[in-house]
């Protein structure tokens, strides 16, 4: 099969090289690469361009109009049968392709993802993050972990999609945040069905610093809130887990003073995690982050969840704030 491989990028040109490096290397080589610029302050062109006799590369550059219109851009540009849709700070293994190619040749399916994991030279910060994001302890490994057939909901950091079942749905809608997860929702409740494809999977290095991490995951609170009220089937228990999270750790510096054994249930979980992200990194000092980094994600999400909660379906309000200096940072 022939695949259209798009990619939105902005301000990321050293890291758009790395992705473009490892699709170079591919062993399955029917495919073309779509770089679709999304309105860069230092545009990408020279590094498509550096990979003009390696790879089938077409460069486009619009005005920032985030992620979610940025592929329906690049989209329409296409060639392939299926689209797979691959985020700039990501790194592809030399199989990957093949190993798409393999499932779906073993059995059809419209819509796939796969998941994520850390490469052996990132930071340990970003391992950390990754463990984080990862970890059945934080997002009940819902990223990249789920077998179901029917109810495995891709992400766009690694999303393949057939060109027809795109069409029909009618792409990535404007949400500024949480995109994805609308689209895969709309793909599924389209009759689609989705699959997870377990060996094609991505390094993926997500946010370089625990600021930008915290700003990252608060969106996705906010977004989880504006996903409740276009699909309020989709909302979990997994979901509502990091706002009690957060609930608890506003009054557990008060509540400790009374009652000594409010702080059993936060050392057991801060040991668990360790001991988890340890077994899983095999790290001390990442095993430490992982710590740091899980409590970052769980409360920023149930932060941007709570407030979201508050503002949008309590008190009416139509809009959320957040950290929208782009729709990437």
């Known amino acids: 099969m022939f695949y259209s491989i798009i990619i939105p990028v902005y301000n990321r040109p050293d890291e758009l090289d790395e992705l473009l490096e490892s699709l170079a290397c591919q062993t399955y080589t029917?495919?073309?690469?779509?770089?679709v610029d999304d309105g860069s302050l230092t545009p990408c062109k020279n590094i498509?361009?550096?990979?003009?006799?390696?790879?089938?590369?077409?460069?486009?550059?619009?005005?920032?109009?985030?992620?979610?219109?940025?592929?329906?851009?690049?989209?329409?540009?296409?060639?392939g049968e299926y689209l797979i849709f691959l985020d700039s700070d990501c790194i592809v293994p030399p199989r990957y392709l093949t190993s798409v190619e393999q499932e779906l040749v073993a059995a059809h399916v419209d819509f796939f993802g796969g998941p994520d994991k850390a490469h052996f030279s990132f930071s340990n910060i970003q391992k950390a993050i990754n463990y984080s994001m990862t970890s059945i302890l934080t997002t009940g490994g819902i990223r990249g972990s789920n077998k179901s057939v029917d109810f495995f909901y891709p992400r766009s950091f690694n999303m393949g999609i057939c060109k027809k079942a795109f069409e029909h749905t009618g792409g990535f809608s404007e949400m500024r945040f949480g995109e994805d997860i609308d689209f895969s929702i709309r793909v599924i409740n389209g009759g689609y069905r989705s699959r997870l494809f377990t060996n094609s999977w991505v390094y993926h290095k997500r946010r370089t610093d625990l600021k930008k991490f915290f700003k990252q995951v608060f969106n996705s609170g906010i977004a989880r809130i504006n996903l409740y009220k276009r699909h309020p089937k989709s909302l979990k228990t997994v979901h509502i887990f990091p706002a009690?999270?957060?609930?608890?750790?506003?009054?557990?510096?008060?509540?400790?003073?009374?009652?000594?054994?409010?702080?059993?249930?936060?050392?057991?979980?801060?040991?668990?995690i360790f001991i988890h992200a340890l077994i899983k990194t095999k790290s001390v000092t990442t095993g430490l982050l992982s710590v740091i980094a899980s409590f970052i994600q769980l409360f920023a999400y149930g932060s941007g969840f709570l407030y979201a909660f508050i503002k949008n379906l309590i008190l009416k309000h139509n809009k959320n704030s957040a950290f929208d200096t782009t729709f990437y940072e």
């Open 244 to 272: 009690l999270f957060t609930l608890y750790i506003f009054v557990f510096p008060f509540l400790s003073f009374l009652w000594w054994f409010i702080c059993i249930p936060f050392c057991l979980f801060v040991a668990l």
């Open 30 to 35: 029917n495919f073309e690469v779509i770089v």
């Open 48 to 79: 498509a361009e550096k990979y003009g006799e390696k790879l089938s590369v077409h460069y486009f550059y619009i005005s920032n109009s985030g992620p979610g219109q940025a592929r329906n851009w690049g989209t329409k540009e296409s060639k």
